[in-house]
């Protein structure tokens, strides 16, 4: 451009030269010439001083938007590993409550067991002080009718750690039919609800969701005062998804968390709930009739 405007120039000098022919006018011409080529360069200066401050200031700005990038991509990959070692933890805590639950049922076991060892040295002594009449035995039969079911199976406490034991060895069958004798057996007593649990889990390990949902409808049916009410709840949720009935997982697990909100199994239902995407806000407690 500078080049072009000094050629222009240039032709109107020697244009006026050639029709003035005088040399004052030349030398006037020469130095507007030179004029305009001093402000043509001072023009250029100032443009490329501006167009150099410009380039920095887009560098800057590129060089804070990569540090902001790498900022945003730690931040992302630090709330990941958050949520992942959350969620871990989680698993690890519904685990150890699990096996705390086991421990005090076994332990109510054992307190029964002694109990009963107890109550039968108070009544061996009662015998030994004063026969029962008639001169029968005690503990014997006094005629011929139907001996009573329960002389026929082991004592609660004994029948339920047996249970209890294969189910924790992995062995389901054995437990279920064991699980399924203390029911029939001993279902008024205390761990009857634990003894129906049970049977829903066997059920969900096997695959067999609808019957685990029956079993975990009848632990809150039927023994609504239990200590397996919570689980049972959770596990029916969980056998909902499990079955592809999305809206009956998540309305089941958000009636848990109105019901136990600061239970562990509440902290899991959370946890699933979030990994569906869905909010674990409270809920009406759905009826316990069965599906």
């Known amino acids: 451009m500078k080049k072009v405007l000094f050629?222009?120039?240039?032709?109107?000098?020697?244009?006026?030269?050639?029709?003035?022919?005088?040399?004052?006018?030349?030398?006037?011409?020469?130095?507007?010439?030179?004029?305009?080529?001093?402000?043509?360069?001072?023009?250029?200066?100032?443009?490329?001083?501006?167009?150099?401050?410009?380039?920095?200031?887009?560098?800057?700005?590129?060089?804070n938007v990569n540090r902001m990038s790498n900022t945003v991509d730690s931040l992302q990959k630090s709330l990941q590993q958050q949520n992942t070692d959350s969620a871990s933890k989680v698993d690890q805590v519904s685990g150890q409550v699990q096996a705390l639950h086991d421990a005090v049922d076994e332990l109510k076991a054992r307190l029964a067991k002694v109990g009963k060892q107890l109550d039968d040295i108070q009544a061996a002594q009662q015998n030994i002080v004063s026969p029962p009449a008639g001169g029968s035995p005690a503990g014997g039969s006094s005629g011929g009718g139907p001996a009573n079911p329960a002389n026929a199976a082991p004592p609660p406490d004994v029948l339920y750690n047996n249970a209890l034991g294969d189910f924790n060895a992995g062995k389901n069958d054995l437990a279920a039919q064991e699980f399924t004798q203390f029911l029939q057996v001993y279902g008024n007593n205390d761990l009857a609800g634990n003894a129906q649990f049970y049977l829903g889990e066997i059920d969900y390990r096997r695959g067999n969701f609808q019957a685990a949902i029956q079993d975990y409808n009848k632990v809150l049916d039927q023994y609504p005062g239990g200590n397996k009410g919570a689980a049972a709840q959770l596990k029916k949720g969980f056998a909902y998804l499990e079955l592809g009935q999305k809206d009956a997982g998540v309305q089941e697990l958000r009636s848990l968390i109105s019901r136990y909100p600061k239970s562990p199994e509440a902290i899991q239902a959370r946890d699933r709930l979030t990994k569906l995407g869905v909010a674990s806000g409270g809920a009406r407690r759905p009826s316990p009739r069965h599906p």
Request: aromatic residues 2%.
């Open 7 to 63: 050629s222009i120039l240039l032709a109107v000098a020697l244009a006026a030269t050639a029709s003035a022919g005088t040399k004052e006018q030349l030398i006037q011409l020469q130095t507007t010439v030179q004029l305009l080529q001093d402000n043509m360069a001072r023009m250029q200066q100032s443009f490329d001083e501006r167009m150099g401050v410009m380039k920095d200031l887009i560098t800057q700005q590129t060089d």
